[in-house]
């Protein structure tokens, strides 16, 4: 199993941008993929973004396409999620995770994945 240790969250005005990362306590696998999800007060946790550790596939919810990008550096065995034109409606905890294996219609799904990042509160207000 892997730990995955997050940081970079914070506050940031509407507009503004944040740049959470996630680093992994070894290095993730060939066929390994990466996520991120985030979960409101009150609200289920939602998918956010997905990729191949190696590879360009990616996946992202509708809320994020065009303003979030999912990277990672391999060699640092950490992972970000890029994340631009922030409203409050993306205030949440932030969560990275790792899984097995790239299964292109299942990527939002929480199941697919197998190690969680401790969770990083993310606030956009004015």
């Known amino acids: 199993q892997v730990q995955l240790a997050e940081s970079g969250g914070g506050w940031v005005r509407p507009g503004g941008t944040l740049r959470p990362s996630c680093a992994a306590s070894r290095r993730i696998s060939m066929n390994g993929v990466m996520g991120w999800f985030r979960q409101a007060p009150g609200k289920e946790r939602e998918f956010v973004a997905a990729g191949r550790w190696h590879g360009a596939s990616t996946s992202y919810a509708d809320s994020a396409k065009g303003r979030f990008t999912i990277s990672r550096d391999i060699a640092k065995n950490t992972l970000f999620l890029q994340m631009n034109s922030l409203t409050p409606e993306d205030t949440a905890v932030y969560y990275c995770?790792?899984?097995?294996?790239?299964?292109?219609?299942?990527?939002?799904?929480?199941?697919?994945?197998?190690?969680w990042g401790q969770g990083i509160q993310v606030t956009v207000s004015s």
């Open positions: 995770a790792v899984g097995p294996r790239w299964v292109a219609s299942h990527m939002f799904l929480g199941r697919q994945y197998d190690d």
